[in-house]
């Protein structure tokens, strides 16, 4: 009877194992459950390689900062994350979906924020950036 119990649990325990190895995140590339360093390593691949990204999910958790470019009479929205010493932060702009007013429907400077939008690729002068367009915010606080 011992063993029978004994088979019977390791099966379970197989079929649990299964069933959780299939579940479908709503991400490709989940930078909020990764370490600092993992973090920084794959933000800056993002920047080198963004091809690689282009209409790729993204989530992210950091802080939210703002700049207002007088150039462009717009304000870039990105998530920052600092480095594991904390000496340097990379983060990614993103545009949240809709038609949100800011500074009304953002949080505020330095809050911690997670995003997830799709990584996308964009040409202002010569230059090329990367963001999150259609972009969500959660976990605010």
Known sequence: MHAKLKNILICIFLLMASSCAQVKSDVDVDLSRMSVTAIYSEVSNMIVTPQNYVGKT??????????????????????????????CEQGIEFVLAGDPVYPDDYPGEGETITVKGTFDVYQEGKIEYCNLIGAELSGRN
């Open 58 to 87: 993204v989530r992210m958790r950091g802080a939210f900062r703002s700049y207002y470019s007088p150039d462009a009479d717009r304000v870039y929205c990105y998530c920052v994350i600092p480095d594991a010493t904390a000496c």
